[in-house]
Structures are given as structure tokens and as C-alpha cells.
């Protein structure tokens, strides 16, 4: 092994093994790509605790659901948070409902609630999505790294055996590279562990409000003439 005092970063990861610098790269990658994910869903789920709060104040305020319906009817989709989708669903199920013969109240409320339940469900996968990645990033990337830093300093070893007297200098720059690589996994956990506990309790909050709803809306729906 080549005995060098420049112990920069760059030159540490231009010098590193083929196999170790494999390992810098998907690491790099996918820090990246989780850092992507990390500011979509920040900016996703900011998005959806608005549109929740708007429509729960709009909803308590004005209780006339056929306007209500009518202003989600004319919204764009993109535009609609998850909450005035749920209370959609509900409503166009409840009529339709309603206008069949034959069909008691307690089946029009079980229709209803199915109908709101299955919106729920899609509205929920769709704001869990990525979150298994980042889940995927932090407990795996560490032992990535790892695997990088282990076969780095096999390398490091293997090259003192054609040095007479080993020191420090001979074997410290191969060390050096191959702990770059854990460094780099950690660097790509820790951000996304901490975005994913984040981002799982929001959107638990949300679903908390998501089934409260529900059932206060259904007791409306109930009191309909």
C-alpha cells in the first residue's frame, strides 16, 4: 500500500478500494434520494394539516352539505385534501342511498361508512408513501457502510503484508478510507430515521382526525330528514 499523509476526504475516497467506493456510491445515492423523499413529504404533509384545518372549519361553520359537496365537486382533485374526499365519498353514496327503495336507515349508514372507509384507506396509502424507503434507509444503510468499512480495513492489513515493519502511516490512510464509508451510511440513516419517526406520528394525527370525522359526520348524516 501506497504510505501518504494526505488524509483529505476527497482523496481518501478517490484512493479507496473499487469495492469500497461501490459502496460510497450507493450510499451517496440513496442519501439522496431519501433527502428527495424527505422534503416531498415535508412539504406533502404541511400541505394536507391546512387543507384538514380548512375543511374541519368550513364543515363546523356551515353545516349545509349539499353547498359542501358542490364546492368539493367543483374543486379540481389535486386541489381536494384528504378529509373533503372522505366527507365526498360519504356524501354521494349517502343519497344515492337514500334514493333506493327498499334500503332501511341502518344500511344507508353501513353503505355510507363503507364508502367513507375505503376513501380513508386509499387517502392513507397515499400519504404513507415513501415512508417504508425511509424506514429501509435508516436501518439498513449503517450496516452498508459497515460492510464497506470491514472490507476496507481487510484491504489495509493485506497490505501491510509486504511491508518489513508496519507502523502507523503505513496502515492509519487505509483505515481512514475504509471508516469513510461508515460515516457516509450514517450519515444517510440518521436524517432519515429521524424524518420517518416525524412524518409517521403527523400522519398518525391525521388519521386520528381522519376517523373522528368519520364518525361525527355519520352522526350528521343520521339526523338528516
Do not use: C
Not at 12 to 27: K, P
Not at 71 to 83: D, Q, V
Not at 99 to 127: I, P
Not at 199 to 219: D, G, P, V
Request: proline letters at 2%.
Amino acid at each position: 500500500m501506497e504510505v501518504t499523509q494526505d488524509l483529505s476526504f476527497i482523496h481518501l475516497i478517490v484512493n479507496a478500494s473499487l469495492l469500497v467506493q461501490l459502496v460510497m456510491g450507493l450510499l451517496l445515492l440513496v442519501s439522496m434520494t431519501s433527502w428527495w423523499y424527505i422534503f416531498l413529504k415535508m412539504f406533502s404533509i404541511r400541505r394536507e394539516i391546512r387543507l384538514t384545518s380548512e375543511f374541519e372549519e368550513s364543515f363546523w361553520h356551515n353545516q349545509n352539505l349539499t353547498e359542501l359537496y358542490k364546492h368539493a365537486n367543483n374543486t379540481a382533485p389535486r386541489e381536494l385534501g384528504a378529509l373533503e374526499r372522505i366527507f365526498a365519498a360519504g356524501f354521494v353514496e349517502f343519497i344515492k342511498l337514500r334514493k333506493l327503495h327498499g334500503v332501511d336507515a341502518a344500511a344507508v349508514m353501513e353503505g355510507t361508512r363503507r364508502a367513507m372507509r375505503a376513501t380513508y384507506q386509499r387517502e392513507m396509502d397515499r400519504l404513507e408513501a415513501h415512508l417504508a424507503f425511509l424506514a429501509s434507509v435508516g436501518s439498513v444503510s449503517p450496516y452498508i457502510g459497515l460492510f464497506g468499512t470491514v472490507w476496507g480495513i481487510m484491504n489495509a492489513f493485506r497490505g501491510l503484508a509486504n511491508v518489513g515493519q508496519a507502523t502507523l502511516a503505513h496502515v492509519a490512510p487505509g483505515i481512514a478510507e475504509a471508516l469513510v464509508a461508515t460515516a457516509m451510511g450514517l450519515f444517510a440513516a440518521i436524517p432519515a430515521v429521524l424524518a420517518y419517526n416525524r412524518y409517521a406520528h403527523e400522519i398518525n394525527r391525521l388519521s386520528t382526525r381522519f376517523e373522528s370525522f368519520t364518525e361525527e359526520y355519520s352522526n350528521v348524516l343520521q339526523r338528516q330528514p
